[in-house]
């Protein structure tokens, strides 16, 4: 069934992202979709990012969401997808990595019913960016992903997760980290539902920049891809 009109709930989870959650929200709030829900929630931070949200943010956004303790981007985004109410729900990093004026390329083939979970894929049709070893990573772990899953995904590790609203919020997420991206992608392959995934850009931050994931999330994601594996 179509979604028309919609309503795009944006989850952002953020920690320590005090330089640029003001120009992310700012971009978010411009991107090209008329209705949208915007949940922040922040991890704990110990940068200012909080007093920043609660003074500049939370006028701007729908809500602003903080954790009394750390638990990493999978914990954040358990909390948003709890508050979420548009239709479809999409993730959004609080780094600049990903342009949300592209919400529409993940975003309507769900609302047109093409799909039920769409993914932004990096490296579809497009010439990879950032750390070669982050590069061969991802392709690794997706590549390890598929063959449990089934699925024909080019970038299983993308930010750019867009959902219908019920089937993000019927998965029980257990991972806190970034042991997300490969349960979450398991876990939707077990519901059968239809997965597509587009191209769109990328702009990579570098580690000095803030990139936080390192080579224990690359450990955690494989033990993540045997732990949810479809059976």
């Keep these: 069934m179509k979604l028309n009109p919609f309503t795009l709930s944006v989850v952002i989870p953020c920690y320590n992202e005090k330089d640029s959650i003001h120009t992310i929200v700012e971009k978010v709030l411009a991107a090209p979709i008329e209705n949208k829900e915007i949940i922040v929630v922040d991890d704990k931070s110990t940068d200012g990012t909080g007093e920043i949200l609660d003074r500049e943010i939370a006028p701007l956004v729908s809500k602003v969401i903080h954790h009394e303790v750390n638990r990493g981007k999978g914990g954040a985004l358990r909390t948003g997808f709890q508050h979420a109410t548009g239709d479809v729900v999409i993730i959004q990093d609080a780094d600049l990595e990903y342009d949300p004026n592209e919400y529409p390329l993940v975003v309507m083939p769900i609302v047109n019913d093409e799909c039920d979970v769409c993914y932004g894929s990096r490296f579809l049709h497009q010439a990879a960016k950032g750390y070669m070893a982050n590069q061969l990573a991802n392709k690794g772990l997706t590549a390890l992903s598929n063959l449990f899953t089934r699925l024909k995904l ?78």
Excluded: H
């Design 154 to 231: 080019t970038d299983m590790e993308t930010c750019y997760k867009c959902f219908r609203r019920e089937i993000i919020q019927a998965v029980d997420i257990k991972e806190n980290r970034f042991g997300f991206e490969p349960e979450i992608t398991a876990k939707i392959a077990k519901m059968n539902v239809r997965v597509k995934e587009v191209p769109i850009s990328y702009y990579p931050r570098t580690n000095e920049e803030g990139k936080k994931i390192g080579f224990k999330d690359g450990l955690r994601a494989i033990y993540c891809i045997w732990r949810y594996r479809k059976g």
